[in-house]
């Protein structure tokens, strides 16, 4: 496949679907977009494996049937590897990595956080809870951080102070989509709540169907809340450390996160009877500060 098709399936797969492709393409230079489109794409298509196992559709060869979880997901990733592995030796055999090869070769993209994606995947599908807080950052290492050093690097952005900062913002902006979606993760199977936490504050995993929160809950919930804000206070500082349209997107995504957690606040930490939910208004106002550069 012709490099110039492949990249125009990860475009078209990346407005389609990707909101966040959306906002950081926005005020992106226009010979970046595409290698953002592509990008997306293959954090796309990985996440799909792992929870949907398949492809989109916009870059599978043909309209296959999805796979269950078990063995034959983890059988998909491992052959997703293997062809990462092509990639990076000049020999891609699908649309994606097609795509990602050049992107990779342009900008000197090192293979490792494009690997801890696909190792995140792997543990989804053997793990649905988490004992310490600790093992929880260990996963957002694996499945935020690095598609935020992927970003960094298609701006040659390579320094491991601004790598540390995007990593604490990354692992903030997934714990707040964590604390968000409590009840929904909770329906599915999956509960990112340490269990240590669960046990010191004295709350069941069966608490989290409930029609609302306890108040063990809630008093929970603000302590994980504290926690993010805390990791998004910690990698503030990178928004001034870069500038342009990355300097607009970090400070956006940051914003976005932090009134998120501002949200479960305001609604008394219960995000168990209401999904706490930016507001098209609220982030039109999110996008014009941030562009305006106001603190």
């Excluded at 078209?12 to 992106?28: D, I, M, P, Q």
């Excluded at 020999?91 to 090192?110: I, K, N, Q, W």
């Excluded at 792997?122 to 809870?129: A, I, L, N």
Aim: hydrophobic share 40%; glycine share 6%; with cysteine.
């Amino acid at each position: 496949m012709v490099l110039e098709e492949a990249q125009r399936r990860c475009v078209k797969l990346a407005r389609k679907h990707g909101e966040n492709f959306t906002v950081l393409s926005l005020l992106a230079p226009r010979a970046l977009r595409t290698h953002l489109a592509v990008i997306y794409a293959y954090c796309r298509a990985v996440d799909d494996l792992g929870d949907e196992g398949k492809l989109p559709r916009e870059l599978d060869s043909g309209d296959r049937e999805a796979v269950p979880p078990g063995a034959e997901r983890l059988a998909l990733l491992d052959a997703f590897e293997r062809e990462l592995d092509l990639a990076y030796d000049g020999r891609p055999t699908s649309p994606l990595f097609v795509a990602l090869g050049a992107t990779v070769r342009e900008f000197d993209l090192p293979r490792e956080p494009f690997a801890r994606l696909i190792e995140a995947n792997r543990t989804d599908q053997t793990t649905t809870r988490y004992a310490t807080y600790a093992a929880l950052v260990n996963y957002c290492e694996h499945s935020a951080t690095p598609v935020g050093r992927l970003v960094l690097g298609l701006y040659r952005v390579r320094d491991a102070e601004s790598e540390r900062l995007s990593d604490a913002t990354c692992t903030a902006l997934q714990l707040a989509n964590f604390w968000q979606d409590v009840k929904r993760d909770a329906a599915m199977g999956r509960i990112y709540l340490p269990q240590e936490d669960l046990a010191r504050f004295d709350v069941a995993e069966g608490d989290l169907s409930a029609d609302r929160g306890s108040e063990a809950f809630r008093r929970l919930l603000e302590f994980e809340v504290e926690r993010a804000r805390s990791l998004f206070a910690e990698g503030l500082p990178l928004v001034d450390r870069v500038s342009g349209h990355l300097h607009v997107d970090l400070a956006l995504f940051s914003r976005g996160g932090l009134a998120i957690l501002d949200k479960i606040e305001r609604q008394g930490y219960d995000t168990i009877a209401h999904r706490p939910r930016l507001s098209r208004a609220e982030k039109g106002w999110i996008f014009l500060t941030a562009v305006a550069g106001k603190r």
